[in-house]
């Protein structure tokens, strides 16, 4: 029951605050348009935002321990940058960049 | 009318379609819930790296205050989608609360780079089920992924990294648009200094307080000094 609970609320925070995100502009901010702060943030916080969950998330699929110290992350998020770079196809991008780690995780290899 | 919207939206379908099913996927091999799960969270949460998030945050119990900030900075982008859209949903009464809702960015560059006739009701009659059509791709997408996760046996250790692997894409999307690299410094640098210093359950929120705080100072010093850069720099 306490699952079925935590799942709930956590679908509603989740969708409220995807809302709200959406919904803002249209209830506070249509005086605002060309405030210089609210500009300075639209340029630059979104690419932040998703540098700043790349570094976290790849750091947590690392293993620091191995002796090439979180090689079998860093291989395939090498992968991701430089087959995007080349070809700027997102799917093929993740698919080429979660099968790569797939590899690693299951194969063993890298670790010593 | 359907004829003429559905043209217009396959290349989302094409999109959706994959990105949908790849989240059902991690959803129904990451946890233990059931499978419908997965597109109800596309009915109401809608958000394609929101929802990817989400997997990770459910299978680590997150704090509901930590899911609530995590998935606002992550969608924060959308703020400014709208910023640009007021004047084309005026007046679209009913259809208004779900023409909001269904702003992913994928729906927002196809409602402002159609072209448009002078009758306002029937383009948002149009703009309201391009959003409709774009949903359903979603909600498909999830149920097909949730159930391929539940019934085919494969072995789905490391599935995760299509996480990673995202946001790699969308920071590298992100720095293309802009033609800066300094954000992603900045990003990069708090998430390190995140990791560096906080307990793992508080890492996401901290180091998008230090993103913030930067950023904020940064526009004080810019103000300041006076050297506001303009709005077509980069």
């Known amino acids: ?112 | 009318m359907n004829r003429t919207v559905f043209p217009l939206t396959l290349p989302v379908l094409f999109g959706y379609l994959p990105l949908g099913t790849a989240f059902g996927v991690l959803f129904s091999t990451q946890l233990e819930y059931a499978w419908w799960i997965a597109p109800l969270m596309g009915i109401v949460i809608y958000a394609g790296a929101g929802q990817i998030l989400a997997v990770s945050l459910l299978a680590a119990h997150a704090g509901l205050l930590e899911v609530f900030v995590a998935m606002f900075v992550l969608n924060a982008r959308h703020l400014f989608y709208g910023l640009s859209l007021l004047g084309r949903f005026r007046g679209a009464r009913w259809r208004k609360p779900y023409l909001i809702f269904g702003l992913t960015d994928e729906t927002y560059s196809l409602l402002t780079s159609r072209a448009r006739s002078e009758d306002r009701e029937h383009e948002q009659e149009i703009d309201f089920r391009i959003t409709a059509f774009n949903q359903c791709y979603w909600v498909i997408g999830c149920t097909i992924g949730a159930l391929l996760g539940k019934n085919v046996a494969f072995d789905s250790t490391g599935i995760e990294f299509a996480l990673v692997s995202l946001f790699i894409v969308l920071t590298i999307d992100q720095l293309k648009a802009l033609g800066e690299g300094f954000p992603i410094w900045i990003g990069a640098g708090a998430a390190a200094i995140a990791v560096w210093l906080i307990p793992p359950s508080h890492q996401l929120i901290g180091a998008i307080a230090i993103v913030s705080s930067v950023l904020l100072a940064q526009y004080a010093r810019t103000r300041e000094t006076g050297i506001e850069r303009g709005s077509e720099h980069g």
């Not at chain 1, 925070?13 to 405030?35: E, G, K, N, Q, Y």
């Not at chain 1, 979180?70 to 770079?85: C, E, F, Q, R, S």
């Open chain 1, 1 to 112: 029951m306490a699952e079925e609970l935590y799942v709930g609320g956590f679908i509603a925070a989740a969708a409220l605050a995807t809302f709200a995100t959406r919904v803002i502009p249209f209830l506070f901010l249509h005086r605002h348009t060309d405030h210089p702060l609210i500009k300075h943030l639209g340029r630059y916080l979104p690419a932040a935002v998703m540098a700043l969950l790349a570094g976290i998330f790849l750091q947590r699929s690392a293993d620091w321990s191995l002796s090439a110290p979180g090689a079998d992350a860093l291989i395939p998020g090498m992968l991701v940058v430089g087959v995007h770079l080349w070809r700027g196809n997102a799917l093929l991008s993740i698919a080429v960049g979660t099968a790569s780690y797939m590899v690693t995780q299951q194969t063993g290899w890298l670790a010593s």
